[in-house]
């Protein structure tokens, strides 16, 4: 199983100001590696998947980078709207898809 | 556009079983490519994927489920079920279901989750 951890735990971030999320995988994934954003109370949103690419309808201040065990998100100028917290997912090997314990991303 | 729906029982008694069931619209669920799964979340904690199941009836699940999880799919009613046995405290989670569209693929759309609360 690969295992996936995130860092920080929180990040504390005024608004308009750059966040960087890292993500690493405990063996390569490939760039087979999506990000995803949770608000209190919804399911999960997709923002990048491929390690790159931003899913249908995501602001371009979201980008992602990385490949093989290490990734990052950044999101280059915080709005009030992106205050959640956010979970990487490898999709390389699988059963099971596992997923990184998340970072809070919360206000400064 | 796509849409996942879970329905269910909010409350299961220890011991017991769980059947909950996503219903997708706007597409079909016997598509060829698609996979659809399950994945939950304690309370305040992160996620877990359960198991799926492909366009074409195979099921994967995550190993130290495997024994208590069954996955299938009833393409006349475009719906999709988990069930899920000898529920624990543990078990307690909200549960989203969600669509694959490829085998190396990420997750999307989800359902919105059904919280399920183990306890008698």
């Known amino acids: 199983e690969i295992m996936m951890t995130q860092s920080p735990a929180t990040l504390s971030v005024s608004p308009g100001e750059r966040a960087t999320l890292s993500c690493r995988a405990s063996?390569?994934?490939?760039?087979?590696l999506a990000w995803y954003q949770q608000t209190p109370g919804q399911a999960p949103r997709l923002l990048i998947y491929?390690?790159?690419t931003r899913a249908t309808g995501i602001p371009a201040r979201f980008s992602g980078s990385g490949s093989g065990t290490e990734f990052t998100l950044t999101i280059s100028s915080l709005q009030s709207e992106d205050f959640a917290v956010y979970y990487c997912?490898?999709?390389?090997?699988?059963?099971?898809?596992?997923f990184g314990p998340g970072t809070k991303v919360d206000i400064k | 556009q796509l849409q996942l729906q879970e329905s269910g029982p909010g409350l299961v008694k220890p011991s017991e079983t769980l059947t909950l069931t996503c219903t997708v619209s706007g597409g079909d669920i016997s598509s060829s490519s698609n996979y659809w799964g399950w994945i939950r979340q304690p309370p305040g904690k992160g996620l877990e994927w359960i198991g799926g199941i492909s366009y074409s009836g195979n099921t994967y699940f995550n190993p130290p489920l495997k024994s208590r999880v069954t996955i299938s799919v009833d393409t006349s009613k475009n719906q999709f079920s988990l069930k899920m046995s000898s529920l624990t405290a543990a078990d307690t989670a909200v549960y989203f279901c969600a669509r694959r569209s490829a085998w190396l693929a990420w997750f999307d759309p989800w359902g919105q989750g059904t919280l399920v609360i183990v306890s008698s």
């Open positions: 063996q390569s994934v490939s760039t087979n």
């Open positions: 491929g390690a790159s």
């Open positions: 997912q490898q999709y390389n090997d699988w059963p099971p898809f596992t």
